[in-house]
């Protein structure tokens, strides 16, 4: 793959997020975008990123005590690096189907929670690697490549 | 349609951001699941119609780059989240009128739907994306 290029990212930054901290789910989506439009990133790609960092982060805020995100600016792509000390996915594959969910009720009621994060993650990403060890936390990377002119999103949507 | 006829339209006040009222929107798209909004909605300058009023509807609608918030139901967002969306520029509306009815008045007045995103599961369906 040609992501393992040496070449170091032209920007890194790493946000903290507190588990179960509503008031403040979704600030680092939101600035992370303020971070790339300042930098001049193409604006399809800020909003497929700011779609992707908001579900991981929401997923972060709703299932874990806490964890953070990474957010890595290349010229040819951004990476976006969710890890946190959580439970834990048991079955990564049965978690990526849409409509799947373990979200509690409270949740649901604040509108997540129906089981399209990942899917959408997914969606509006090029690449998804998701690491998980019960008990132990999730890692997830997600790669966007830049300098493309799309409008319906990322690779999963010419996935069949 | 911008959001002063909108205002007008569905009898509603403004939260913050009047001085956008001549903001154009787009279109609309109404849902209570910010997940779906998140899924589905892929154009921007779009009026979300929702009745959820947690801080993170307004977290949603910078992320996505919507046109305002429109609040039905009677409800109105907690006083820190009208200021957060007042700082980060998104006009938020609130209106006595029901969703169903709110969403019929804007349609009926030619505010079109929002163009939905296909889901994953989807492709080649025949109806993922409205005509």
Known sequence: MSTTTPIPPRHREIFSVVGLDLE???????EVQRILRRMGVEPE????????CFEGEMN????????????????????????????????VELAKQPGYSTAPDWARELGFGSGMGLPNMEANSDKLEIRSRPGEGTVIRAVIRRGKDETAGGSGATKA | ????????????????GEDLADRE???????????????MVREE????????????????????NLAGVLFVHGKVPAKPTV????????????TPRIMYESCGILYAHGLPPAKRKPLPYEHNHPHSSPP
Do not use: N, W
């Open chain 1, 24 to 30: 403040h789910a979704g600030t680092v989506s939101t």
């Open chain 1, 45 to 52: 790609v800020v909003r497929r990123a700011g779609i992707v």
């Open chain 1, 60 to 91: 972060i805020v709703l299932y874990t005590p806490g964890g953070r995100i990474i957010l890595l600016v290349y010229d040819d792509r951004l990476e976006l690096i969710f890890s946190d000390q959580g439970p834990g996915i048991p079955d």
């Open chain 2, 1 to 16: 349609m911008k959001l002063r006829e909108v205002a007008e339209l569905v009898g509603a006040r403004f939260l913050t």
């Open chain 2, 25 to 39: 929107v787009c279109a609309g798209f109404a849902a209570d699941l910010l997940s779906d909004v998140l899924a």
């Open chain 2, 45 to 64: 300058g779009v009026l979300l119609i929702t009745g959820t009023v947690t801080a993170q509807v307004v977290r949603v609608a910078e992320v996505m």
């Open chain 2, 83 to 94: 200021d957060y969306a007042a700082a980060a520029g998104i006009p938020l509306l609130a």
